[in-house]
């Protein structure tokens, strides 16, 4: 594969591991359409169990789509635990192939908290990039294998053990088919420059010079019309949450939300909770290749991007930056002071996706002692860029996203759960709102204060690449040839020093 060699660029927002289901490259556009079928058993592991598979079809919008969004006729009081599919009502609004953009929606009847969350899978750039991403990671970019049925976890459960605060609200689960970080306003290309003639018109228009739509933001706006008629106008909140590229979309889409939904005359509050998507810009040398070939840094990718999507960043934000800048508004420590929608920002202080971007995986084969200080650095920048953050849950831990896992509610900082300090913001907000003094005693800043690793005592359990099997930090280290005395960490007492880091603020 083309771009083995640089995948790291596909994990950074979406922890995608491009492993080929497919034994040979579609050819043109009907082609890729037909043979998109077996989408859904690659990439990013979704936060959602599929309930039922889809039917494929060869184009655009398949035949039965008006059964699909009929799905809320049930008899009032009915509850279900699935969200169903729908596809948009707008047929010029896509996925990346052309295909129907969609969303899944689980109502509960009389609950005027909504809850929107986006997608992740980090993007694509360029036709080269966005081949390979078709021919590898198909459900990224097409509905055509889409299952009819999906079954939230997490914050989108609707199990009240699973998710307590949240699992009474109406859930709408939008998958991620536009492979443009959410940014993209399109228009898709005209049929006439679909086809692969006429390279001198493509380089002269130097905008969407490939097959493919880009309408990551277009299809948030799509699925709030479309919302209309369950009931969205009469919202008391509107969480838009996501996670990774999902997360940065929220980032990137939060006032727009705001303001249609002001357009339209609720009384909504919008919000936006963010995780796993607070990037800090990559450390590598920048290559004087890109874009040529694949080796681009993320910000190259994304400066790229923004050009072949017709990308769109807030207007408060972009309007700091000159022209050809406006990538810098794609992360979150630049972007979130020009926000004015409330936002819960949750974040690991040692993502496992911003160290693979330096090329670091750890339960991998090695680790240099300058790798591990990096590690150690990534900690304190991250930390120091969370300080003006008012909602924040920051665990001193290696791994990546969260909201959406089933054991979500396990993690802890300073002895407060994730979902009780959402419910700690969620109650100061509406204390505000309605003029009372915040309750006291309910935190919702958490930021671990131990500097390690994994000093966290809830911290996911770190696994051996290799073998499978569940190690400490420590165990890890000495596995990828590192010698935890020249470190300053005592092997011998492994125990009492992890302690010792958690009782320090973990």
Request: net charge positive.
């Amino acid at each position: 594969m083309k771009i083995l060699g640089h995948v790291t660029f596909f994990l950074l927002l979406g922890g995608i591991c491009a492993q080929s289901n497919r034994n040979a490259k579609a050819s043109g556009k009907s082609a890729k359409r037909g043979g998109a079928a077996q989408a859904g058993d690659t990439g990013q592991s979704t936060p959602v169990a599929d309930s039922s598979q889809g039917n494929s079809r060869s184009s655009g919008r398949p035949a039965d789509s008006r059964q699909d969004s009929t799905a809320g006729t049930r008899p009032a009081g009915q509850q279900t635990d699935e969200m169903r599919l729908q596809f948009l009502r707008s047929t010029q609004v896509k996925c990346n192939d052309g295909s129907a953009a969609g969303f899944y929606l689980k109502e509960f009847r009389g609950s005027r908290r909504w809850l929107l969350f986006l997608e992740g899978g980090w993007c694509c750039y360029s036709k080269e990039t966005c081949d390979s991403r078709y021919q590898n990671i198909p459900r990224l970019m097409s509905s055509s294998g889409w299952p009819q049925t999906k079954r939230g976890t997490g914050i989108l459960s609707s199990q009240a053990e699973e998710n307590p605060h949240w699992h009474n609200a109406n859930l709408v689960f939008i998958p991620y088919c536009s492979s443009d970080v959410w940014s993209g306003m399109g228009p898709a290309p005209t049929p006439a420059p679909r086809t692969r003639q006429g390279k001198d018109k493509v380089k002269e228009r130097n905008t969407n010079a490939t097959e493919y739509s880009f309408m990551g933001s277009l299809i948030i706006r799509e699925v709030i019309k479309d919302l209309i008629p369950k009931g969205i106008k009469q919202a008391k909140v509107v969480m838009l949450a996501g996670t990774s590229a999902g997360a940065t979309g929220v980032l990137l889409n939060i006032e727009r939300v705001a303001s249609q939904l002001e357009q339209l005359g609720t009384e909504a509050q919008v919000r936006g909770l963010v995780d796993s998507g607070w990037f800090l810009e990559s450390k590598q040398q920048r290559s004087p290749n890109c874009p040529e070939t694949v080796s681009c840094t993320p910000e190259d990718a994304i400066k790229i991007g923004l050009r072949l999507w017709n990308g769109v960043v807030p207007d408060r934000c972009r309007q700091l930056y000159k022209r050809g800048e406006e990538w810098q508004c794609f992360f979150g420590h630049r972007l979130y002071s020009t926000l004015t929608s409330p936002l819960f920002i949750v974040q690991w202080l040692f993502d496992e996706e911003q160290l693979r971007v330096e090329n670091i995986y750890m339960g991998g084969q090695s680790l240099s002692e300058e790798q591990w200080q990096y590690i150690q650095n990534l900690g304190l920048e991250i930390k120091n860029s969370l300080t003006d953050v008012t909602a924040v849950f920051a665990p001193s831990c290696l791994s990546h996203t969260v909201i959406t896992k089933s054991n979500w509610m396990s993690f802890q900082v300073k002895g407060t759960s994730l979902p009780r300090a959402l419910h700690c913001w969620d109650r100061s907000l509406e204390a505000i709102r309605n003029n009372r003094t915040p309750a006291k005693g309910c935190p919702f800043h958490l930021v671990d204060t131990c500097q390690w690793p994994q000093c966290n005592p809830t911290c996911p359990t770190l696994v051996d690449q290799a073998t499978q099997q569940e190690l400490t930090l420590l165990q890890m280290l000495v596995a990828m040839g590192l010698d935890p005395q020249r470190l300053g960490l005592d092997p011998e007492g492994e125990g009492d020093s992890l302690a010792s880091m958690a009782n320090s603020g973990g």
